[in-house]
């Protein structure tokens, strides 16, 4: 299987199983397209284009791509190689929130519960659910998620603690995450975040105005006022540490490039922007109908990306920083997120979910820390369905890239976790091939500046 | 480049010998949160 796209004056071919990529030719992309099976069916097609001796050459250059086993190599008969195991947590240590915001998947914070604050013995509990059974994995990840995790921040800090206490003592590394509306930060929450936190993700939307259209206080204010000094001290304090600003476009703001250009222009450089979540219907619905802005937004987002690459206005973007030659292993790739078994979400009442967005979800409740997880019949639906089993991914030249999306959004969309959501799919390829383009053009600059 | 230049070297199938050792980061615990793209991760070893 191929995939063949072209972007801004350079053409692509994937070869799906392979994972490999090529740039090509107007002439080979012309050929691939029209004579996949190199039959040299479509000569004249080609003919009326180009000079009979550049057909052939490139008839020439495809073939020793075939011979070599670059180019339309064998689907991959491999199968998921271990049963997965335990290593990362979504601890969501309050469910509560300061904030109002009309996208929150968490219904403002409470989960369509009620609200509540996690105590410092069942985070104890949940540390030590991860630790002891998390089998042979060495590093462990925990994300300090709500609600919003600073109102609970002493049970953080006890809890970061706890866990690097322990890490000795059943040979474990923890990588630390906190997820943050920003609007309790200060600089002793910094100092602590800086020094035991792997990476902080600071949600902010983009613009005064964008962002406070969705993002409001109890208050009904916005918020963006008080949270953009605050991060702007905490990125700084951050120095080399890992760190995004997080923002969500809707289908009601849906021209994001903007947002970004302005997240960069506040000085933040390490920026992802993500498509709201949504029940099919919500006014705030990203609709099939804005799928043609959204690709044009990608495309903007691009451009500006190329644009201030390699200059002090640079920044990254996370869709975009596809590593082409270190990445993730097939087994990573064919597993994918490892929803409720390689990830699982605890609640502050110790309920676990196969991951945040089914918290509230009373049917995807799998287990608590008191039990464990006795519901073994939804933890193994998580783990059946990836890009080897779903119909629509076996198909799919992103499967490789995405490892079939997201479950919630599958669930949500399609009430089918085998189903993956269309829109979502469309915008992850539209990413992908941004991404490619761009690596092609450091790989161009590296070589220009290398003569 | 006359006709075509490989972006990449590395099979998927390389070397799976030694691959799937787990160790790598949960992709949901990156930046996301909401869209899986675990392409973008960084394989550990």
Known sequence: MIHLFNLDEKNFVIDVNSGLIHEISDVVYDILTLDSQLMKLDQEKLSNKYRQQDVDEAYDAIKDLVDKQLLFTASNDIVPKLKPVLKAMCLNVAHDCNLTCEYCFASQGDYQ??????????????????????????????????????????????????????????????????????????????????????????????????????????????????????????????????YFIRGTFTGKNLHFADDVAHLRSLGFKSLSMEPVVTQPGDKLEIKPMDLDIVKEEYDALYKLYKERMDSDEDFSFFHFEIDLDQGPCLYKRIAGCGAGNEYIAITPEGHIYPCHQFIGDESFLIGTLSSGITNKDIQDQFYQNNVLTKEACKQCWAKYFCSGGCHANAYHFNQDLGKPYEMGCEMEKKRIECAIRLKAERIERMENNDH | MKHIKSLTTKKLSHNLVSKGCGECQTSCQSACKTSCTVGNQKCEK
């Open chain 1, 113 to 242: 519960g009620h609200r509540s604050l996690m105590s410092l013995e069942t985070g104890k509990q949940a540390m030590d659910y991860i630790l002891e059974n998390s089998g042979n994995r060495t590093n462990l990840e925990v994300d300090f998620f709500g609600g919003e995790p600073l109102m609970n921040f002493e049970v953080v800090r006890e809890l970061v603690h706890y866990g690097k206490a322990k890490e000795p003592l059943y040979n474990k590394h923890f990588r630390y995450t906190i997820t943050t509306n920003g609007v309790l930060l200060d600089d002793e929450k910094m100092d602590f975040i800086n020094t035991y936190f792997d990476n902080i993700v600071l949600s902010l939307d983009g613009t005064k105005e964008t962002n406070d259209e969705i993002r409001k206080t109890l208050t009904g204010k916005g918020s963006y006022d008080h949270v953009v000094p605050k991060m702007q001290a905490a990125v700084k304090k951050r120095k080399e540490k890992s």
